[in-house]
């Protein structure tokens, strides 16, 4: 069975520093699907990106960047100048293809980053 | 465009109610699904429709159902509640079918407390 570790459960950090989100997944798939979603206080899951396993370029969009590596089943997430306004809780999620979307995500705990003025 | 809808937003339950919570998805997509998040055990997927079909459930027990209509809106309802079911359920939609790729847009979910 699919499985998203994100072992770090809170980060805090002072503005403009530099940090990195971890995260650790476990499939039997051969083509899978990883996702970054951010929660702010809201409640409201917000997309960031979408990876399939076909493709380890890495990603980078302004202050955010993606590190995928298959060789460690890892897609990490960094966040480059940190503001305050990047305070929120990122998730990390599997979607496997075999499941043709009706399997829905499997989703990490979770990583509560707080950004410090 | 509007986002993903969900009503009501907050709602307070006594244990041996029952609760029905309502999603409308983005206008074109077809798939909904929904996920209930506590902090115990973090965000599990409850189930998804398409086309008016549950294609799969989670690891829920019975109390747990749902359903999608023609226009695409669902609803879950969850019977004879448990202290256990208090949690924020989020609703999903996503334009089409059958792929893992589906990029989920999230609705802003619904809190319930049973007390």
């Known amino acids: 069975a699919q499985k998203v570790t994100q072992a770090q459960t809170e980060i805090s950090v002072v503005e403009k520093e530099d940090v990195t989100l971890d995260c650790v997944y476990e499939?039997?798939?051969?083509?899978?699907?990883l996702f970054w979603y951010k929660q702010p206080p809201s409640g409201e899951l917000v997309f960031l990106i979408r990876?399939?396993?076909?493709?380890?370029q890495n990603e980078i969009s302004g202050r955010y960047s993606w590190n995928f590596q298959k060789s460690t089943s890892s897609f990490n997430f960094t966040i480059t100048a940190s503001q305050v306004v990047d305070s929120a809780v990122y998730f990390c999620?599997?979607?496997?293809?075999?499941?043709?979307?009706?399997?829905?995500?499997?989703f990490g705990k979770g990583t509560h980053l707080i950004i410090q003025p | 465009k509007a986002g993903v809808t969900q009503t009501p937003r907050y709602l307070i339950k006594t244990r041996g109610q029952q609760v029905t919570l309502s999603c409308s998805p983005i206008s074109g997509h077809r798939s909904v699904s929904w996920y209930q998040q506590t902090p115990g055990q973090g965000l599990q997927f409850l189930f998804e429709y398409f086309s008016e079909t549950q294609r799969n459930k989670g690891n829920f027990p019975g109390r747990f159902s749902g359903r999608q209509f023609s226009n695409s809106r669902s609803e879950m309802n969850v019977s004879t509640l448990e202290l256990g079911d208090s949690a924020l359920y989020l609703c999903?939609?996503?334009?089409?079918?059958?792929?893992?790729?589906?990029?989920?847009?999230f609705g802003a979910g619904s809190r319930l407390t049973v007390l």
């Open positions: 999620a599997l979607s496997e293809e075999s499941g043709g979307g009706a399997d829905g995500l499997t």
């Open positions: 990876r399939n396993s076909f493709d380890e």
């Open positions: 999903a939609s996503s334009l089409a079918g059958y792929s893992g790729a589906n990029v989920l847009t």
């Open positions: 499939t039997r798939d051969t083509t899978y699907y």
